[in-house]
């Protein structure tokens, strides 16, 4: 006898709809103005955005360059998302390495040489070409696709693990959770991952002049915002599936030892550091790692 096993049943839509509603629809207007002053302050042509999934990262990003060109500087932003390898190289490396680098966003799946070319050039005031990566196509635009820009007075580059410094060797003999137990019992891809940021990165973050960071109240939080991304992206194009909000908390767990050590270190990394709160709402904000937390003004 043949058994099968139940498939899971789709997400209700008024449940997705409810949970679009509330993903990330914008920072206060006080908060993306002390993001770009700071930039300006310390005269930074880079300036970075750091957040786990679903922070607001992007659309932090999105409001800074829309405020710098209502002052009238030549802004644009680029996602480390953007310098992604491309499907078959990432098949590449789960042949030869681990079979958990197919999965595009761990560190040692990203174009370095890439991405430090553009901010290079960014920071030199050259024209540049800003990369795209396709996710539905999972691959790079060819560069006759990128957008011109520049000479830029400001490139607001945004990502998830900018900054992060590498762990010891003794954080990673155990596993962080069910998915590294079974999936890398050896520890292998967690090796992988952590030798290129030690070793990679930080040519990448030596071109970053300002970084703040978006600073989530717990890392259990992250599954719930990267779920509502996830209903905001379906109520947005009707038809396209994505993930499941099982699919959901796997992806994140791929992400979650690098997210925790994020959460430890970043608040003395960063030049901006901005706490939310479950509803992404920034309550304090620290200009430098040994600065007095500041509430933000009323109305955010």
């Given at each position: ?251 994140v767990r791929l992400f979650e030892r690098v997210s925790r050590q994020a959460m430890r270190t970043l608040p003395g990394i960063a030049d901006l550091h ?27």
């Amino acid at each position: 006898m043949r058994y099968c096993r139940r498939m899971p049943r789709p997400p209700h839509p008024t449940r997705i709809k409810s949970a679009a509603r509330r993903a990330v629809t914008g920072f206060d207007d006080a908060i993306v103005a002390a993001v770009l002053d700071d930039a300006l302050a310390h005269g930074a042509r880079v300036c970075a955005i750091a957040g786990l999934q679903g922070s607001g990262k992007s659309t932090l990003a999105t409001q800074v360059v829309a405020l710098a060109t209502t002052r009238g500087l030549r802004a644009a932003t680029l996602s480390i998302d953007d310098v992604y390898f491309g499907r078959r190289a990432r098949l590449r490396l789960a042949r030869d390495v681990h079979p958990l680098l197919a999965t595009r966003g761990p560190p040692g799946t990203h174009d370095l040489e890439l991405a430090c070319e553009v901010l290079e050039a960014a920071r030199a005031g050259r024209a540049i070409r800003l990369p795209r990566f396709d996710k539905l196509t999972d691959r790079r635009l060819p560069p006759s696709r990128w957008r011109q820009a520049g000479p830029l007075d400001l490139l607001v580059f945004e990502g998830w693990c900018l900054k992060v410094p590498a762990q010891d060797d003794a954080a990673l003999r155990r596993p962080m959770n069910a998915l590294e137990r079974d999936e890398d019992p050896d520890g292998l891809w967690r090796r992988h991952c952590n030798d290129a940021l030690a070793r990679d990165y930080p040519a990448l973050w030596a071109r970053l002049d300002r970084l703040a960071w978006l600073h989530p109240p717990d890392f259990e939080r992250i599954a719930d915002w990267r779920w509502q991304q996830e209903c905001a992206a379906r109520a947005a194009r009707p038809g396209h599936t994505g993930m499941s909000r099982a699919q959901v908390e796997r992806f994140v767990r791929l992400f979650e030892r690098v997210s925790r050590q994020a959460m430890r270190t970043l608040p003395g990394i960063a030049d901006l550091h901005l706490r939310l709160d479950a509803q992404r709402r920034v309550r304090h904000i620290a200009t430098s790692p040994t600065a007095s937390p500041r509430s933000p003004d009323p109305g955010c």
